[in-house]
């Protein structure tokens, strides 16, 4: 005779509300489960993550430190036309119009106003602080010598940048802004390891101004060591900015000196300057300025701005 099949009936569970339901999920008294996991579940997986991100982070930590052997915190690991920067230095203009108009190159002020050039003559003071303080460490201080063509700065020592040689392009004279008369100052833009190749007077390119060219055979025959500079021109783009830019004085001489290159990343090097000074502008007209360096390694590309700067001026 077969025997009988005991059937099981399970009965459905409570149904209990949202609020019960969420205090069960908290904390179950029957189970003794907290959000869903016993003590020794959750005691478990905290102790997974913890040594699962310690590894994590010394594995990481390790990987940080085999990386940073392979550095120079001075010299860069790619140089020259094997890096991103490249092997053409460009040309950078200040006073910089307000970082609210980040994307203009205008210097645009009224002289009669100082509340309307004050902005200006503040940008400068801030861009020549570094300058006029130069070895605010003994450390920085023992390293910068007074430089010149007939004396080269010593290996590791950088050259001084001496802006009290700038007049009138000076602090005490707000360079010379209240006089509509302003000063601009040019830097080269720093690439470690770039040295310029020099015009000698007889291979002077076609396209340099020839007031250039005259100022570098002059130069020769003073000093033939002044041959080697990184020369600076800067010019009216079109013909009615020629007409309307006026005379320009170069300070304290018409190009960067050679004896600031190449630029190594030593401790104290700051940028040399040239100040130009725009003595007579014609007032109330925009003047498109375009200003170039000069050397046979510089290549100039006016719509890259490649050895080159634009800015506009408009004197009120």
């Not at 190159?105 to 200006?120: A, Q």
Request: hydrophobic residues 35%; aromatic residues 14%.
């Amino acid at each position: 005779m077969a025997e009988k099949q005991v059937e099981q009936f399970y009965a459905p569970p409570p149904k209990l509300g949202k609020w019960e339901a969420f205090s069960i999920f908290l904390w179950n008294p029957e189970t003794h489960q907290f959000l869903g996991r016993t003590g020794a579940s959750w005691a478990k997986i905290l102790l997974f993550y913890v040594l699962f991100y310690t590894c994590l982070a010394g594995f990481f930590s390790a990987m940080l430190a085999i990386f940073y052997q392979t550095l120079d915190m001075r010299i860069p690991k790619r140089e020259l036309d094997g890096s991103l920067i490249g092997d053409n230095p460009g040309l950078g203009f200040r006073p910089m119009p307000p970082e609210s108009n980040v994307e203009s190159t205008l210097i645009w002020y009224k002289g009669s106003d100082e509340n309307n050039y004050k902005y200006w003559v503040e940008e400068l003071d801030k861009f020549l602080e570094p300058y006029r303080k130069p070895g605010q460490s003994a450390s920085i201080g023992q390293n910068i010598q007074t430089c010149s063509y007939d004396k080269e700065p010593d290996e590791g020592k950088v050259c001084e940048v001496d802006v009290n040689d700038f007049a009138p392009c000076t602090e005490s004279n707000k360079y010379n802004y209240p006089k509509s008369a302003p000063c601009i100052f040019l830097k080269i833009n720093k690439i470690f390891n770039w040295m310029p190749v020099f015009y000698n007077d007889t291979d002077l390119p076609e396209k340099m101004p020839q007031d250039l060219k005259v100022h570098i055979r002059e130069e020769k025959l003073r000093n033939p060591r002044t041959i080697n500079t990184v020369w600076v021109s800067c010019e009216g783009e079109n013909p009615a900015d020629v007409e309307n830019i006026g005379p320009i004085q170069y300070i304290p001489r018409r190009g960067f000196p050679g004896y600031f290159f190449p630029f190594k990343n030593y401790d104290g090097y700051l940028s040399p300057l040239v100040a130009v000074f725009f003595e007579r502008p014609v007032h109330g007209v925009l003047i498109n300025i375009e200003c170039k360096a000069w050397a046979q390694n510089i290549v100039h590309d006016r719509i890259e701005r490649r050895g080159s700067v634009h800015f506009e001026l408009m004197v009120d």
